[in-house]
Structure formats: C-alpha cells, structure tokens
C-alpha cells in the first residue's frame, strides 16, 4: 500500500532514443492481432473482391479468362485501401478517448502514437496482400518471376501503403470521432474503380477518361502491372513514386499540422 | 514554503468567450488543492494551461518554478495528469496499460512490470489485471487512469475531475487512493464540481467562476461564508415550517428539537448543510434573485 507514498518524488529522466515509436509500435501491433474483426476483414474483403471479380465478373470482361492477371494490382491497392481506412478511425479513437492528450502530458515525442498505428497498419496489409497474391497464384494467376521485378513491386506497394495510411491517420485526427472518420475515408475508396484497376481506361466514357488518367491511382496500377507481367509500354514508375511520394509528404505535413492545433506543439 | 504551482494574471479566450481572466492562484508542496466550479468557469482550461497542452495567452503559470511555455519539457517531467475521460488502452489488459505507460516513462520492461503489479496490487485490480480493460467498470477505469499516471511518482498529479459520473462507493475508493497519494508527498491539483468532494480532499479550495477565483481558503472558511448548518422542520407535503441554525453538535440539534412542541410531531427532520448551489449564489458577483432563504427565516427563530 506505501509503496507508492515514496517520500521522494522522482523526476522522469531524459527519455532513451525511440523508446516511444518502440512501445507505441508495440501496442499497434497487439491491437491488431487483437481486433479480430478488422483482421480478419483486412485478409478476406481483399481475397472476396478478387474471386468476385475474376470468377462472377471476370468471365464478362474477358471471354478469354485471363482476366485474373488484369485485376491482381488492382485488387491490391484496393484493399490496402480498405485496411488503410481503419487507420482513421484507430487514431480518432485515441483522440477521443483522451489518449493522445495524456501522451501530449509525458516527455516524449507524442505523435510517435501515430507512427505506431501507422506501422501496425503497414504490416497487416503487406500480410493480406501476401495472402491475395497466394489466392491468385492458386486461381490461375501467371506473373513473370523476376526478383527485380518483385521488389519493385513490393517496394511500390510498401510505399503506397505508407502514403495511404498516413492518409488515413491525418484524416482520424481531423475527424474527432471515430464514426467521422470512416464517413471521410470512404470517398478515399472509390478512386481506384476510377483507375485502370479493374477495366481499361479506353473502355470508359469520355467524359471520365482524363480524371481516370491523371489520378495517382492509374500510374501505381499500370506500374505493378508492367512489373508483374512485364512491360508491353512504357512503365509509369516515375510518376506512381513522386504521386506516393506527394500523398505521403502532403499527409505528413497536414498531420504533424493537426497534431500542433490541436494543442500548442512543442515537445 | 516553496511552491508547487504559481499562476500570475493567466488569461485565456476561446474566439469571444474569455474563459480564464487575470486568473491567480499558487499551490504549495505537499498539498491537495482543489479548484471548485460549475461546468464551464475554466477548471478544464487552467489543467490545460498547467500541463502544458494549451498555450495561454497572456500572464505566467510556474509549475515547480519552471515555466509552462518556455520550459514545457522540464514541466512534462514533474506532472501527471488524469483527465475527465479514461485515458487507457481498451483493447489492452490493465497489466499490458500499465507496462506500456512504465516503458513510456522510461522504465525498462523487468521494472515496468514490478511497478506494474504493484500497482495492480494497489489499485484493487489484481483479479482483473489480464482483463481488457473494455471489460471494466467505470470505477475500475478511473482507478487504472490513476495508477498510469503515478507509475512513476510525479511530483505533482493533476485529476481533472476524478470522481464525476462514478457510483458513491467507487468514489469513496478513489478519495482514499488520492489521500494516500498525498501522504506520499506527492503535490495534488484537483478540479472538481461537488463540494463534498473538495471537502473531503483538499487541504484549501478555490472557487472558481467566470475565469476567476471568487474565494479561496479551508472547507470550513467557504462554508462559513455561505452559512452554517441548520435543522429543517418540512410537513409531509415538502413545506418548510422553520428552520434552526446549528453547529453541528448533538446539543444543538437537540436543543432546537426541544424547542417544537407537539403541532409538529408528524413533521419531517432533515439537516441542511450549505450545497454547491449555496457557495455559488454567494460568492459568484452576479446576484441572482434568490430571496433571503431559508437560512435567513431560520435566524429569526
């Protein structure tokens, strides 16, 4: 019981290097093996939506049936979509619940939380986009093995995911409540259906044809694809990297931003 | 005496709304010292302001002779602070709350956990410590609260109305919790909106009302300045029929009881002490119309 009643209040000693991201880190991670349903939603939605499009729609969009190696980038970047949203709603929660405000009271760098969440939310989508790219291999899938070409690929979807999330995480922090934040992050989600994800830009009406080209979804798809089955035009690389680069610079500012209005930032 | 907390001439507007005015106010070491107001007179903005997570926009707070603005960092290092709303991880056990805070506070892993389970032990959580704390009760939630922020003993613990919106007797578990704090020597800034609360914590209270302390002194020196206790003699239907001052001793009140005769044998008894409601309506400059009252009639028995 007198443990506590120490007769010498101690002062907290210059905090180690990264302890913070360490620990915060950590705690994501937990929660996400914990939060079993937005687990399991962030591996199954992605494998669902790809055997829907590729065994029910597939067959209409292509006779050929080879629509499965058209949809596989697509498919990806649409579900780390969805496992990035919930990115938002982890951060307003905090936000809500007093966490980060009790962080902002501690010696330590408080917005380590949001690197923590934004980490978590990297990992569990490079898991479930293993997981899809494994059902696609089982479904008739057939990308060219190149190691140069998979990496790439890997590192483009890593960056993608950052981008996205940091997105996501700037957007939990704008909202205030959890419940605003998944209502702002849907619209995120619709983008990649204005892309080349699931059916060629040419096949749209004309109207909707530049805004499908001249978004930062179309260049990351055509760029994978040109990986994964090997390039019958020239790749859009350079502009898939600076429009992740662009989102994740922009998403960082605005919430390193909101992180300080929030309360006045100095740490 | 050193101080714990100097507050010079703080003020402090949100857009028009001017929530802190010239506020003054200094906590010594080693004292509980609450900051009693209704909803909205800036006990939140002053916690605020005092723990550094909103600038005020003029005057100087000192919080262990380090100054809030310049020296945020230096403060952060003295403080802890519990908030109105549970600060704890819900997805998280009460154990992996308390190591996660530990390792925060720079313990290692081996000392976060022992400073853990002590203070599981402490707080009565032991049987719930590999819980998720979604799980909890209310009572159990602020007492987790309260643990994180003394994993390591801060000098001085800001609670933010600890107590509001819990069950009596989980309130009475958290007072004795704040009082052992104390004992410890730890500093203690509390704001709260029940009397009885400050009452029976704070070694001095100050009223706070419209970004201004209106009073400031003992439990009793407000008290006496919003009236004594007195003996309230009501019919069954809720009318007063009169009312006696006491001091609170057996002899007054049987005195005054002596005094009724045998009209008032079916009357109800009750014992009125000065409520919130009192302190406010006297000491707040606004007057409101609130005729003489019952204490006032009481007198001219």
Known sequence: MTTTASHSAMSVPARPNLVAEKVLIHRSLIRSIRDAESLLMAILLPVALMLVFTLVFGGAISAAGDYVDYVVPGIILTCAGFGASTTATFVANDMQRGIIKRLRTMPIRANAVLTGHVIASVARNLVATTVVIAVALIIGFKPQWSLVAWLGVLGLITLYILAITYLFAAIGLAAGSAEAASGYGFVLLFLPYLSSAFVPIETMPAWIQPIALHQPITPIIETIRSLLLGASEPVPAMTAVIWCIAILAGAMTWGAWLFRRKAPGRS | ?301
């Open chain 2, 1 to 301: 005496m050193t101080s714990a907390i100097e507050v010079h001439d703080i003020s402090k507007s949100f857009g028009e709304n001017l929530v802190l005015d010239r506020l003054q106010l200094s906590v010594s070491q080693g004292e509980i010292f609450a900051l009693l107001g209704p909803n909205g007179a800036g006990k939140t903005t002053t916690i605020e302001i005092l723990t550094t997570l909103v600038l005020p926009d003029s005057g100087q707070a000192l919080v262990k002779g380090y100054d809030v603005v310049q020296d945020s960092t230096q403060v952060k290092r003295r403080i802890s602070v519990t908030g109105q709303s549970a600060a704890v991880d819900e997805v998280l056990t009460g154990y992996e709350n308390l190591i996660m805070f530990g390792r925060l506070m720079g313990l290692r892993t081996p000392e976060a956990k022992d400073r853990a389970r002590e203070l599981l032990k402490q707080f009565d959580l032991d049987d719930a410590k590999n819980r998720r704390v979604a799980t909890y009760s209310g009572g159990m939630r602020r007492r987790l609260d309260l643990a994180l922020s003394i994993v390591r003993h801060p000098e001085i613990l800001f609670l933010d109305e600890p107590t509001t919106g819990l069950d009596p007797r989980s309130r009475q578990d958290l007072w004795h919790l704040i009082r052992a704090l104390a004992k410890g020597g730890t500093t203690i800034f509390l704001t709260t909106q029940y009397l009885e609360e400050a009452d029976q914590l704070a070694d001095r209270i100050a009223v706070l009302d419209h970004g201004r302390i209106v009073a400031i002194g003992s439990a009793g020196d407000l008290k006496k300045q919003v009236g004594d206790e007195y003996l309230e003699i009501r019919t069954r239907t809720g009318d007063i029929c009169t009312t006696f001052p006491i001091d609170g001793s057996v002899a007054s009140v049987q005195a005054a009881l002596h005094s009724l005769d045998e009209r008032f044998h079916h009357a109800l008894v009750s014992i009125r002490r000065p409520t919130i409601d009192d302190v406010f309506l006297n000491l707040t400059s606004a007057p409101t119309n609130r005729q003489p009252t019952e204490h006032a009639q009481g007198e001219e028995q």
